[in-house]
């Protein structure tokens, strides 16, 4: 399993009751990094996990990221040859 970071765009908004047309004129989507175990990707949907069980049967903190707000991809570079599926699993 892949350790990626993943740049994308998320919603942004104002909690406020009430707010001026200025205010909501000013609010722009906000972009966000993600760093996680690759789990699924695909043309639909990007799924990045930051916890795995041993036997990659498990998951937390889960993200689900639609394809179309994934800006980049990018593989990390870390010696994750101990975190391979033991063999009891």
């Known amino acids: 399993m892949d350790l990626v970071k993943v740049v994308w765009i998320d919603t ?24 996680g175990y690759l789990v699924e990707n695909d043309d639909v949907f990007v799924t990045v996990s930051g916890t795995v069980s041993d036997c990659r049967e498990l998951f937390g903190n889960v993200n689900c990221i639609p394809r179309c707000c994934v800006r980049s991809i990018q593989p990390l570079k870390v010696d994750t040859d101990y975190l391979q599926p033991q063999d009891d699993c």
């Open 12 to 35: 942004n908004g104002i909690d406020d009751s009430w707010v001026s047309r200025e205010d909501v004129l000013e609010i722009t989507p906000i972009e966000m990094e993600t760093i």
